[in-house]
């Protein structure tokens, strides 16, 4: 089963990204992406 999680902007916290993972894994998600907010690449972090 896998579950929509959002990714978030590590410097202005907007909420930018949408993704699905697995429900076994535990990990933590951080990617480097593109902020429009922000106007630069960030790093962005997993929230529920």
Not at 27 to 38: D, E, G, I, R, V
Request: hydrophobic letters at 25%; a positive charge; proline letters at 2%.
């Amino acid at each position: 089963m896998r579950e929509k999680v959002l990714l978030i902007c590590s410097e202005c916290l907007a909420r930018n990204y949408t993704t699905s993972i697995n429900k076994d894994s535990a990990k933590q998600l951080t990617f480097n992406k593109y902020c429009p907010h922000c106007g630069k690449h960030t790093l962005h972090k997993m929230s529920k």
